[in-house]
């Protein structure tokens, strides 16, 4: 935060949470999931796997741009007056601590996994019938792909690309030498090895420990002294040339590049050969502070392998989306019920089968001209990529908008877009310098003697799979104001054509900033004036250091500010003379809380139909506001507005099953109540938003935690 934007009295650090502490504060929430007894079992195993794999990505980015600032002697401090040096000293300790509850919570799940006839066995505690089987197993499935090698002069030690997990063992050749063996584990293999059931129990047996058991079967001569199991991550963020004259081949350099980033991260089996331990960081020239030992389990992303048995009893009950009442008024058929007015539909509760539809529709309709779309991330055999292919073959002009730079989905990005332009589907990359960010579609169909446009616009990406386990918003409107919006948005991104006006859309970089910088403001004013001023806002992460500043301001003035964060969230709620007007909440469960959703009070108290309602594709970070293409999209409609601001927002106010408060020492809680209401469950059994709103029940505003 920069010294002009500090509030008086106040020092960085109690203004600001760290960036890099807020996320693994984060992951933190996530790990808990995995201990929550509340949750099935496999679905406590898959928490534990998914704060393994977020851990890992953290360190590939974020830790890697702080190894970059400390290697390029970089002196701006963070936003909350951190040196690089500093932040990485912290970040090192907080994630051994996360490190030690991670395997707390993997002791406990071996033992509830273990009552539900699920091991996981060292090979010296199985039968000799067992371990035949596994010693054949390793002859005939194992020992053929992996390659043992020596290290000495003339067998260096071998390359191991990101994530790449391995075993170092030391052997001894006779009563005076010893030599070191690496073996690197294939990613074609599998990390827990089934063995066949007996009397219905499920057992598995770690690769590695199958790999040190019979390495004497590879190594005849040889006697295994000791081993030592390890998983490295390296540096995988690519930066960015604006420069670069084709930005596919550009980035097929790059991932390339990625394979070989620096190690910012050598995990290794606790209590393993201490010398062992030292000759891996000498070879790699890893510092002992970076190297952290795992006690449990190396690799613990995998755990979620023993996850195979069907039973409905270890999972969460199956849930089926609800289909859209407005398209079954008008027996599905899309246009005409667009046309009729705006609708909601809110994933994944309702359908996301509705925007895959939407585009097949367009696709096929002979009057249908023209198709826009952006892709940020999707799947490779993705529906909606189908359609667009029988759209272009169908005569259609076809433009996508293809992110390659979305991270961790270059490759899949590259391969799209290639398979796109061989249909016929115009190809269109955005800008080198920003990120397109922004979910819109836009269909145009010809009716009569008139072209009228149709749009979908979205907080969530056209990924079908994530669409399952994502909360996010659909809106689809045949507005003619807002669809002129969005042809803006389209030539802006595929000509650089900057919008001179637009009428209802705010877009990024553009003027996104600076609207809610005026809507803060506009607040401020209100409640300087007496008149009722509040802010509700959910989003992913709250970063920016003005947005943050303003709204300390705003609550000095008396606004009352209302947030669910899910993520990094560096504003710190109830600070006395700064930020007692503010409350901070995330939901960690079921689904991914993942919509943007933006409210005003706009001088009336809320939630009412004069509040100002918008949803977005961004979240209050930098990025967001100054350096991706984002779009604000105003809430209009008198039915979209309640069922967004009655329904949604305030069942996630409402939440205290599944929410964590955020106290102003940057630590997060959570509220025992007798009476839980978990926002999921109201979603998962309550009639569809969309289209029938008054069907719905209505969600009175009492028993909230809100500022009012």
Known sequence: MNKKLLPQNKNINEVLINRELSWLSFNERVLEESIDLSNPLFERVKFLSIAGTNLDEFFMVRVAGLFNQIKDNYDQLSADGLTPEQQLKYVVLKTKDLLHKQNEAYIKIKKELIAEKIYIYKINDLDKKSHEYLRKYFLDNIYPIITPTAIDPSHPFPFIPNKGEAVLMKFNINSIEELNIIVVIPKSLPKFIPLPKLNKTDRYVLIEDIICSFAEEIFTDYKLISSVQFKIIRDSDIEIDDEAE???????????????????????????????????????EVKQDHVYQVEGLVGIQNIIQVCERKDSNLTFKKFRPREVERLKEFDNKFFSAIKSKDFVVHHPFETFDVVIQFLQAAAKDPKVIAIKQTLYRTTPDSPIVKALILASENGKVVTAVIEIKARFDEA????????????????????AKYKTHAKASLVLRKEGKKTQTYVHLGTGNYHPVNATIYTDLSLFSSNAELARDVEKFFNFVTAYAKPKKLEKIFLSPLNVRSFFVNSINNEIENAKAGKPAGIWAKMNSLVDPEIIKLLYQASNAGVKINLSVRGVCCLR?????????????????????????????????????????????????????????????????????????????????????????LKSDGNYYKEKSENSFSAHSYFMQNPSLSGRGKSALKLKPKNLKLVE
Not at 268 to 273: G, T, Y
Not at 631 to 637: A, E, M, S, V
Request: proline share 4%; with cysteine; charged share 30%.
């Open 412 to 431: 899949a990005n590259i391969e799209l877009s290639r398979r796109l332009e061989k249909s016929g589907v115009q190809i269109v990359y955005g800008f």
């Open 573 to 661: 709620p109830g600070v006395k003379n700064l930020s007692e007007n503010i409350i901070v909440k995330s939901i960690i469960g079921r689904f991914l809380e993942h919509s943007r959703i933006y409210c005003f009070a706009n001088g009336y108290p809320m939630p009412a139909r004069e509040n100002r309602v918008y949803i977005s594709s961004a979240d209050l970070m930098p990025r967001n506001l100054d350096r991706r293409v984002e779009l604000i999209i105003p809430i209009d409609n008198k039915t979209v507005h309640e069922q967004i601001l009655d329904q949604i927002m305030l069942a996630n106010f409402k939440d205290n099953s599944e929410s964590w408060y």
């Open 246 to 284: 084709d930005l596919v081949r550009y980035f097929e350099k790059a991932l390339k590049k990625r394979r070989r980033g620096n190690i910012v991260k050598l995990e290794v089996l606790a209590n393993s050969d201490p010398e062992l331990i030292d000759f891996l960081t000498e070879t790699l």
